[in-house]
């Protein structure tokens, strides 16, 4: 369900009309259960993880999937100008990738945000000493 709806293959509203018109059916119940969680906030699962690790670590709540400065960034935590980027393998692999998130967090920086990058593996090994990070971070005093 997740990934369908970041790839707009169906919407989340649709999804509950399919539940109403199908009420009673166990396979209604079962997409209602799902359905409950809300909308993919996220695009992805380590964005997902991310945002479960802010949320454990008593981080505040970032803004997710927002455009700064004409870029989309994974999440924002406008109050501390910073920028959160999580690396996942899948899409940051390849070397026109990690030259497009270079030139990327180069156009942010100099628009004055602050960006941080996290791997699959901070994120889902370390998440105290990661979420310490994005603390640190989220408190340092911003330049200006």
């Known amino acids: 369900m997740h990934e369908a709806e970041v790839q707009r293959l ?3 509203e ?5 539940v109403h018109r199908t009420r009673g059916r166990r396979a209604a119940t079962v997409l209602a259960s799902v359905l409950a969680e809300g909308p993919a906030p996220t ?7 991310a945002l479960a690790l802010f949320r454990e670590h008593g981080l505040p709540k970032p803004r997710i ?3 700064v400065a004409g870029i989309e960034v994974d999440f924002l ?3 501390a100008r910073l ?8 899409y940051h692999h390849t070397h026109f990738a ?7 967090q180069a ?3 100099a628009a004055g945000y602050r960006v941080i990058r996290l791997t699959w593996d901070q994120v889902t090994q370390r998440p105290a000493q990661t979420a310490a990070r994005v603390e640190r971070a989220l408190t340092a005093p911003t330049a200006g």
């Open 10 to 12: 169906v919407r989340h």
């Open 14 to 18: 649709a999804l509950w009309r399919q």
């Open 43 to 49: 695009r992805s699962e380590l964005e997902d993880r």
């Open 65 to 67: 999937n927002v455009h």
């Open 77 to 79: 935590f406008s109050f």
């Open 83 to 90: 920028i959160v980027e999580v690396d996942g393998a899948r």
């Open 98 to 104: 990690r030259r497009n998130d270079a030139d990327k």
């Open 107 to 109: 156009r942010l920086e």
